[in-house]
């Protein structure tokens, strides 16, 4: 049987290409189409990169034990695969592809790794706070509709955000569980309303990990001041995205590439209450899951 290993010759063309082709070959009787579609450009990709890069023994184990790290960083309120997804543009890049797009329809961002689940539903206008915080108060108003702007009744409106000490409750013991975050149902005319606090920016976890990798690429670990939202009904694809404070001075270097000029908001002072009024336009189900990027 001929054999599919070579004799590496150093100058970083290509070499072993019937080793890719056996690897690529023996999918062959795979059940699952996609699946073997996606490995297979997987394998090719990652062959190349290492053929490309002359990637040594020592450089190959250093970066299996860095994913070996990564995973034992991940718990129930911390995911450092998805951080590592977010600050190599992945997550944007995902989102960009499967996001839909279009006149009418809001732009949507990445999830992030603390979302915390469907948190208590509260009324209009209830505050997401459960403890006092020493921050400026913030009223959100909004709008949800679909494409052609009909208002869309009972949506869910999930919201969540840091506290000023820059962590979410997650990751921060002192906080009671559900600080900050909360969940609202749009009324007849497709509009909530809540009070919160006037959001700040905050780094990401960076003593993992991807916080090593983005010091050793020499960027900061920062996201600019945004609150997050997740809006769903029956009938329309859910919608994931942030708002971001205009002025912050991370919103050009957002440590996850999440931010669309369209999502940059400014509050305006309306009956002496900082205020923000957004309308969201959610996608129906049956149009193209599919942007072009």
Sequence with gaps: MKSTVAANDGSGAAIFPELTRDVIDRMRDSANPRLREILSLVVSHIHEIVREANITQDEWWRAIEFLTRAGKMCSESRQEFILLSDILGISMLVDAIDHVGGPGLSESTVLGPFYAGQQRELAAGESILLREEESDPLEMRGRVADSRGRPIENALVEVWQTAPNQLYDVQDKDQPGGHLR????????????????????????????????????GRH?????????????????????????????????????????????????????????????????????????
């Design 221 to 293: 670990p920062f996201r600019p001041a945004h609150i997050h939202f997740m809006i769903s009904a029956p009938g329309y694809r859910t919608l994931v995205t942030h708002l971001f404070l205009d002025g912050d001075r991370y919103l050009a270097s957002d440590a996850v590439f999440g931010v669309k000029p369209s999502l940059v908001i400014r509050p305006r002072p309306i009956d002496g209450m900082n205020t923000v009024e957004y309308d969201f336009g959610l996608a129906d189900q049956r149009e193209s899951p599919r942007a072009q990027v």
């Design 182 to 217: 909360g969940s609202f149902r749009t009324d007849g005319a497709g509009t909530f309303f809540f009070r919160t606090i006037m959001p700040v920016s905050y780094p990401i976890p960076n003593d993992g990990p991807a916080g090593q990798l983005l010091a050793a690429m």
